[in-house]
Nanobody, 119 residues
Framework: QVQLVESGGGLVQTGGSLRLSCAAS????????MGWYRQAPGKQRELVAT???????NYAASVKDRFTISRDNAKSTVYLQMNNLKPEDTAVYYC?????????????WGQGTLVTVSS
């Protein structure tokens, strides 16, 4: 199993910045892709950004050029630098990790961290 613990959420004004962190523990050797998803009140969970073990990244169109995902494999930690935040970025942000064990893909989720952007 893999455990994920997020930190770094909080309240920020429009145009401000926050940095989220997600530390993985457990069977970290099996982790392939890590990423961030978010869920706003009354909406479905959506992809924000992902990063593979090789460093390839993917972003939602709504955050591209404002958010940057990075990964420190030595620390088994993934980060999300969020700049120029907007009220519509308000959501619970969840860390995600995909493990591959004996050809089987499994998804793991953190408990979530709340980001609130005030206008």
């Amino acid at each position: 199993q893999v455990q994920l613990v997020e930190s770094g959420g909080g309240l920020v004004q429009t145009g401000g910045s926050l940095r989220l962190s997600c530390a993985a523990s457990g069977r970290i050797f099996s982790i392939n892709t890590m990423g961030w998803y978010r869920q706003a009140p009354g909406k479905q969970r959506e992809l924000v950004a992902t990063i593979t073990s090789g460093g390839s990244t993917n972003y939602a169109a709504s955050v591209k050029d404002r958010f940057t995902i990075s990964r420190d494999n030595a620390k088994s930690t993934v980060y999300l630098q969020m700049n120029n935040l907007k009220p519509e970025d308000t959501a619970v942000y969840y860390c995600n990790a995909v493990t591959i064990i004996m050809g089987k893909y499994l998804e793991h989720w953190g408990q979530g961290t709340l980001v609130t952007v005030s206008s």
